[in-house]
């Protein structure tokens, strides 16, 4: 029996599939079928997506190894990806662990992994990157004392386990940069501590269903908050003006120092220029220094893969 196909929907279908691995392809990451459909930055039925997928590795536009689709006609990127998963699922462990400790700071109202980990992706050079909660106007304050604890973990080697790189406080929990990038970013994010506060993390972010209609955010994975004895008084002793003062001097010196290292072109242990975007309820990794090369790249790579497919139909 036949299958009735939609030509035009078929095109456009193409054509989101082929935009979807193109941005996994950046990080030589292959998807299963499913990821992909639930990447897609358009909703389509199930059947009509199948065909398109199908139509493409037929075409040998896409290339499937095993139960992964790529770009690349190049089988060790499944080995990669397979290997990955198994060292980040390790890793995973690891940092539900550090995230027990991490939640006992003043002011931590939530924790989720980042990064490549949070895609479920890890190599030997890969750290644990956390996603940090803060208390309102009280992120400086908190940040100070995680890093201040960080420090201490050179002396053991484990700062690779510390990588708390991305703050935000309860003020400030919509993302500003609205792209393709950060949607990824925040969907695939892995909350470990700080269900309720997720819950309104991702409420305050729901444009990302404007990219990425099929994916659903999760919170199961967070748990509840149990305050310390130590992070109840040490609150008690600084929710005043004192503590105000505290924390806006502390974004201040903090700002003052990264302002620095960035006109120093001091590199990272990465080799990359370290710069850091700061504002009273927020710090960040600065959106120039990667986000906007990712992009330019992404959007390139999609551009020549519509324009060669576009011109395969021709013929």
Request: a positive charge; hydrophobic letters at 40%.
């Amino acid at each position: 029996m036949k299958i009735a196909v939609n030509y035009k929907a078929l095109l456009e279908i193409k054509e989101k599939i082929l935009a979807t691995l193109a941005y996994f392809d950046i990080f030589n990451y292959p998807l299963t079928s499913g990821e992909i459909y639930l990447f897609l930055s358009a909703r389509y039925p199930q059947n009509d997506f199948d065909v398109a997928l199908q139509f493409l590795t037929d075409n040998r536009t896409i290339y499937r190894f095993d139960k992964l689709y790529t770009l690349k006609n190049d089988s060790s990127l499944t080995t990669r990806r397979y290997e990955g998963n198994k060292k980040a699922a390790e890793l995973i462990k690891v940092g539900d662990k550090i995230s027990d400790m991490l939640i006992r700071f003043p002011y931590v109202r939530g924790i989720a992994i980042s990064g490549s980990l949070s895609k479920n992706f890890a190599d030997e050079n890969s750290d644990i990157d956390f996603f940090i909660i803060t208390k309102k106007n009280r992120l400086w304050i908190a940040r100070t004392l995680m890093h201040a604890f960080k420090k201490l973990t050179f002396l053991v080697n484990k700062e690779d386990y510390f990588c708390m790189n991305y703050y935000i406080d309860e003020q400030q929990l919509e993302i500003v940069e609205k792209t393709i990038y950060t949607a990824i970013e925040i969907v695939t994010l892995i909350p470990l501590q700080g269900d309720s506060q997720f819950e309104r993390f991702y409420a305050a972010n729901a444009w990302t269903l404007h990219y990425l209609p099929n994916k659903i955010m999760r919170v199961s994975s967070a748990k509840p908050i149990k305050n310390s004895l130590f992070k109840t008084l040490f609150e008690t002793l600084f929710n005043n003006a004192f503590g105000n003062a505290i924390d806006n001097v502390l974004m201040k010196i903090t700002a003052g120092r990264w302002i620095k290292k960035t006109a120093l072109k001091k590199l990272n242990s990465k080799g990359k220029i370290m710069a850091l975007d700061v504002d009273k309820h927020y710090a960040k990794p600065d959106p120039k220094n990667f986000q906007h090369k990712l992009l330019t790249q992404y959007e390139n790579k999609v551009s020549i893969l519509l324009r060669q497919e576009q011109n395969s139909l021709a013929h």
